[in-house]
């Protein structure tokens, strides 16, 4: 049942992303500001193409909480959808035989999306997602098949030059990757489980860099550094 519903989702996705509006059609008030700020938080060049096992990891990190990427487009109204308002406003729409609703909520300083679909058993809580209207700081969260409760949690911060950081993590924690890119593409990635630091990357523009491997008591079991030549 569960592979099942998630395999629904996923084939929503693929082709609703297709058929989605042009950017200049969007409604404006839908699209978060980390879908364009997420574009710009990189690493450097040299760091990407490295054969170096550590860069290669921490490349890694980066591009798994960019994954957030994957739900942008459950949280922008197609053409055709309909609009309804009463104090909050809501969208619907069809394919397949899938209704999606988006409820879009306002403060003066934040929006909020609630995504629900129904497969044909009634809504289901899918996404939920909440930012800044000047998109310093927004929470995204993926919820259980039942909607329940929220399995994944994206959480992320932005300053006033564009240096972000993201945090991904499960439900229990089990794993959280922590993850801050400067726009000079330097930056540092951790990864934690249960509380405890494991691994901790840092990496400089020019993609030099260093790592530490910490044991289950906080002492460091390894260390490395590697330079531009290494890469």
Not at 179 to 186: E, G, L, R, T
Not at 189 to 211: E, M, P, R, T, V
Request: a negative charge; hydrophobic letters at 35%.
């Amino acid at each position: 049942m569960k592979n099942r519903y998630f395999l629904t989702l996923l084939l929503f996705v693929l082709v609703f992303g297709a058929c989605k509006k042009d950017a200049e059609e969007k409604i404006e008030a839908t699209r978060m500001k980390l879908v364009d700020k997420l574009e710009k938080l990189d690493v450097p060049e040299a760091m990407k193409n490295s054969s170096n096992s550590n860069a290669q990891q921490a490349v890694s990190y980066v591009d798994m909480v960019k994954g957030v990427a994957d739900y942008f487009s459950w949280f922008e109204v197609p053409e055709g959808a309909v609009r309804s308002k009463s104090t909050d406003e809501v969208y619907f729409w069809t394919y397949n035989g899938v209704t999606v609703w988006e409820t879009l909520s306002e403060t003066s300083t934040s929006y909020k999306w609630t995504i629900e679909i129904d497969t044909g058993s009634g809504k289901i809580k899918a996404y939920e997602s909440e930012e800044k209207k000047d998109g310093s700081y927004g929470v995204l969260k993926v919820f259980n098949e039942s909607g329940s409760s929220a399995i994944y949690t994206y959480e992320w911060t932005f300053d006033s030059a564009g240096n972000g950081s993201i945090i991904w993590k499960d439900a229990t924690e089990s794993f959280v990757y922590d993850v801050s890119v400067n726009v000079i593409k330097s930056g540092e990635a951790k990864w934690i489980s249960n509380g405890d630091l494991f691994y901790h990357f840092s990496w400089n523009s020019d993609g030099s860099g260093s790592y530490y491997y910490y044991g289950d008591n906080g002492e460091v079991l390894l260390s490395e550094s590697w330079t531009v030549n290494d890469l």
